[in-house]
């Protein structure tokens, strides 16, 4: 049941709460799912909601007056896209009312040993986030990758100029991991975020990933989790 608006819940903890992104990227998501989960993210106090770019202007004005960030992806899904087309993209959320960009990082790319490619993409989407004010997390779809991969596409984030690293985009082979936040953050250092997405349901979970070192949580089940924290 969604609480009338300027009516909070009571009893959960807030400082988790504001470490989560509430994601809504179905792509079958409908305008009315966009509202509710923005209605949410202000009456729970998340730190951003996450919806896919054609939403992010409606998902600006519902947040409007709020400290709830606007974040939406860019290259999403796959990060195979030309770096024209995700400064393009990036660009244009921005313009429309989006403050966080979560941008994938071209995969395939890096798997190639193409690092200057990657990095020099990355940047190219860091420079359009930083001149808006905005910030850029790098998705490095860690399924995909081996340990020693992983850790080359964190330094050519931290190189680069990102703001975060995160674990997955959710429609991988597989989400987020104990193991990955932990090199992630073991490479990043406390110089960089570590955002933990894909696969997280409980506050058990959430949990997990911030004892290895996620500062910021990517979930749909934000409000079920949340209310758990109410014991």
């Known amino acids: ?21 509430h994601t809504m990227l ?24 996450c919806v896919n770019p054609y939403w992010a202007g409606l998902a600006a004005a519902e947040l409007s007056g709020s400290a ?18 995700k400064r393009t ?20 790319a890096l798997r190639s040993g193409e690092y200057d490619s990657v990095r020099l993409d990355i940047r190219a989407v860091a420079e359009v986030c930083h001149n808006a004010g905005a910030l850029l997390k790098v998705i490095l779809e860690t399924a995909l990758l081996d340990d020693g ?7 050519l984030a931290m190189a680069a100029g990102a703001d975060f690293v995160k674990t997955s985009t959710g429609f991988g082979p597989a989400g987020a991991t104990v193991h990955d936040v932990s090199l992630m953050r073991s490479v990043v250092g406390p110089e960089m975020g570590v955002k933990a997405a894909g696969g997280i349901r409980t506050l ?6 911030a004892a290895a070192g996620a500062n910021r949580i990517g979930t749909s089940a934000s409000v079920r989790i949340v209310k758990a924290t109410a014991g």
Request: overall charge negative; glycine content about 10%; hydrophobic content about 45%.
């Open 68 to 85: 709830v960030a606007v974040s939406t992806v860019c290259g999403f899904p796959f990060g195979a896209g030309t770096t024209e087309a």
């Open 89 to 108: 993209e990036a660009a244009a959320a921005l313009r429309t009312g989006a403050r966080e960009i979560d941008m994938v990082l071209n995969v395939g």
């Open 1 to 21: 049941m969604i609480l009338s608006e300027g009516e909070p819940p009571s009893g959960f903890d807030r400082v988790i709460a504001a470490t989560i992104d």
């Open 204 to 209: 058990d979970d959430l949990k997990k990933m």
């Open 26 to 49: 179905n792509p079958g998501a409908t305008r009315a799912d966009i509202v509710q989960v923005c209605r949410e993210a202000r009456q729970y106090g998340f730190a951003s909601v």
């Open 149 to 155: 991969q992983k850790t080359i596409a964190c330094k």
